[in-house]
């Protein structure tokens, strides 16, 4: 007579296996909902940096438009004089453009006048501008692309542009 011979329920090896598939299963989770927190956290930190970026040219460029039209208001009283200032800023933010409106339609602040910052990235920055002047209708809300910018008053009038004014 034949006896069968029967192996031994050995389920060590099917155990290895699973703990190692579960392993790398739930560390290829973990790694992915990482990579994909990290993401939205780094967009969101380059969209502040924009905005506080922009702020800050506004800021210092409402500065000279002051200067530039106390220095004309000044000279005026004297004399029919121009002053032009050459103003340089950086060209990019946080890796694009962005363009800059003297603005007669201020939505933040209750003002007459605004510098608007628009890079298309983020939301538009006004800086609330306090003019005694009132800014040439031409070139009201017209954009000015951001980095070398020319500051002009006559005393009557304040123009942002890209090229030199004649004066």
Not at 111 to 120: A, I
């Amino acid at each position: 007579m034949s006896r069968k011979q029967s192996f031994p329920a050995d389920r060590r090896a099917v155990s290895v296996t699973i703990t190692h598939v579960l392993t790398i299963g739930i560390t290829t989770i973990l790694i992915s909902g990482l990579l994909i927190g990290t993401g939205t956290l780094l967009d969101s930190q380059k969209d502040r940096a924009t905005y506080d970026e922009k702020s800050t040219i506004g800021d210092r460029l409402a500065s000279e438009i002051t200067a530039v039209e106390q220095s004309a208001l000044r000279a005026d009283e004297d004399e029919d004089v121009d002053v032009v200032v050459r103003t340089e800023h950086p060209r990019q933010l946080s890796g694009g453009q962005y363009f800059v409106t003297l603005s007669d339609d201020c939505d933040v602040w209750e003002r007459d006048y605004c510098l608007e910052l628009d890079s298309g990235q983020t939301d538009t920055v006004e800086i609330p501008l306090h003019l005694e002047e009132d800014p040439d209708e031409d070139d009201l809300n017209e954009p000015v692309q951001g980095g070398e910018i020319w500051i002009q008053s006559d005393g009557d009038s304040i123009t942002l542009s890209q090229e030199r004014p004649d004066t």
